[in-house]
């Protein structure tokens, strides 16, 4: 299937607004770009599989019509999550991120890996941060069967094949944006808590036959088409899909994404009151 596909975003499960805000602010140099909080669980478990109270957190280079992204989602009340093997790293095109690093005193591996609070690894190239493209270069996610996950991502999904080896792949929908990689890690993969999910978008009109293309192919949906509401912006359709590994993937439709993605920069007033108000005192 041809889709008109765009990378959105990476979903990260925050064990602590405070510290993961000044890793992405202060280290790795990123704009909070939105801040919105929600009073129960996602109908798309875009939270996880949490019922209560959470916030989401939009953090990037540059606006989302244009950046990849990362989303951090805030449990109230979870201060950890166990960590599977799933998730592998997203890899960043910024010197300046590891000067920084240095600045703040904040660990950085000879490889230049800057670990993110709750364990999320990123990858620094040790190059100038660019100003024309974003500096965000890929997503990378294991994958137990490298045959498998190709079928799926290029066969089914009809992301481009950019890069192949014996052990990865890198794909994608447009060769200016945030790429996938993939890494044949040749075991099954354990999602643990912390498990994530990518998402792209796609046009209204391509939900449904995706839909109906993911149900001949007897693939997984986790979701199937709905419309999440986000109190006083754009209604959204997604559906949530799983491939051969459980990762999880959502296609949102762009008309309405690109509505709702919009840059709410006061919002961070907001998330700046709810953090003064966090309490990761959990000794008792």
């Not at 949490?50 to 990037?60: A, E, I």
């Not at 007897?218 to 109190?231: D, F, S, W, Y």
């Not at 993937?249 to 966090?278: H, T, W």
Request: glycine share 6%; charged share 25%; proline share 5%.
């Amino acid at each position: 299937m041809n889709l008109t596909g765009r990378a959105l975003h990476y979903v990260f499960k925050i064990p602590n607004r405070k510290e993961s805000m000044r890793f992405y602010r202060d280290i790795l140099g990123m704009k909070l770009l939105r801040h919105e909080e929600f009073a129960e669980g996602c109908e798309a478990t875009c939270n996880g599989p949490y019922d209560g109270r959470w916030s989401k957190t939009m953090v990037g280079y540059g606006p989302e019509d244009n950046h990849f992204v990362i989303e951090l989602t805030y449990n109230y009340g979870i201060t950890s999550y166990e960590k599977g093997n799933d998730f592998e790293k997203i890899t960043i095109k910024s010197k300046e991120a590891l000067e920084r690093a240095k600045q703040h005193n904040w660990p950085v591996s000879f490889d230049n890996i800057l670990v993110a609070p709750g364990g999320y690894k990123f990858q620094i190239i040790n190059e100038s941060q660019p100003n024309d493209t974003d500096p965000l270069q890929s997503v990378t996610l294991n994958s137990s069967n490298l045959k498998n996950s190709i079928d799926y991502w290029n066969g089914i999904l009809g992301l481009k094949i950019f890069q192949q080896s014996d052990k990865t792949v890198l794909l994608g929908f447009k060769e200016n944006e945030a790429k996938l990689e993939l890494v044949d890690i040749g075991k099954p993969l354990d999602r643990g808590q912390a498990y994530g999910r990518i998402a792209f978008s796609i046009p209204f009109a391509e939900q449904d036959p995706l839909a109906k293309l993911i149900e001949e192919k007897n693939a997984k949906i986790l979701t199937p088409l709905t419309v999440l509401p986000t109190p006083g912006k754009a209604d959204v359709c997604v559906i949530i899909l799983a491939d051969p590994d459980s990762h999880e993937i959502c296609f949102v439709n762009d008309e309405g994404y690109r509505e709702l993605s919009q840059p709410d920069y006061a919002s961070e007033k907001v998330l700046e009151i709810q953090m003064k108000k966090d309490n990761y005192d959990t000794s008792s």
